[in-house]
């Protein structure tokens, strides 16, 4: 017997069975309503997120660098290389305006360095010159100390476009906060 032969016989059979056996069956009716395919949510880059979090832990060490608050004992400031010290007195009186600030006193560790990252790329994104980051005093933190202080200080030192920051004075904040001078085109006092 030749295979061609069998196959329509089978299928015929089979078509045969299958309708005897929907015979009794009714039909839906027909709604009238419009049957759509929901949009499908779009892909969440996973292993995009879990890199960029744990760049970000990487990229802002707590390890206190030791020139930290060395010139004045607890007075924060740092100049990179290459910048005069003058270029620090003169943040230090507010020769530049500040431009923006960011406050993170109240917040954890890992959220003050979140923060803190994205506040500075947008500052680099809007070529900003001169900000002011508040760090806190830490009248609320156990033993009264300043949890966020020197890691805020350390953090920055790590940050290339950190050119020079310092205690603000008493009117921007005091002890609570810092004054930060980053890379941009001409050195020169706004306003």
């Given amino acids: 017997m030749n295979k061609r032969t069998q196959k329509p016989a089978a299928k015929a059979h089979e078509a045969e069975l299958f309708r005897a056996s929907v015979s009794d069956v009714t039909p839906l009716r027909h709604s009238g309503k419009a049957m759509l395919e929901r949009p499908r949510p779009r892909p969440v880059p996973v292993q995009r997120l879990r890199d960029e979090r744990a760049a970000l832990r990487e990229s802002l060490s707590d390890h206190v660098a030791w020139e930290i608050g060395q010139e004045?004992?607890?007075?924060?400031?740092?100049?990179?290389?290459?910048?005069?010290?003058?270029?620090?007195?003169?943040?230090?009186?507010?020769?530049?305006?500040?431009?923006?600030?960011?406050?993170?006193?109240?917040?954890?560790?890992?959220?003050?360095?979140?923060?803190?990252?994205?506040?500075?790329?947008?500052?680099?994104r809007r070529a900003l010159r001169c900000v002011r980051i508040i760090h806190g005093k830490g009248l609320r933190s156990k033993n009264r100390e300043p949890v966020l202080k020197q890691k805020v200080a350390n953090w920055l030192m790590q940050r290339e476009e950190i050119l020079a920051f310092c205690q603000a004075r008493r009117a921007d904040g005091g002890s609570g906060a810092v004054v930060v001078l980053l890379k941009g085109g001409r050195m020169r006092a706004e306003g």
Avoid: M
């Fill in 72 to 124: 004045t004992g607890e007075e924060l400031s740092f100049v990179r290389n290459g910048i005069s010290a003058q270029t620090l007195r003169k943040l230090r009186r507010g020769h530049w305006v500040i431009q923006d600030e960011l406050d993170l006193h109240g917040l954890t560790t890992f959220e003050a360095r979140q923060l803190l990252v994205e506040f500075l790329n947008h500052c680099a």
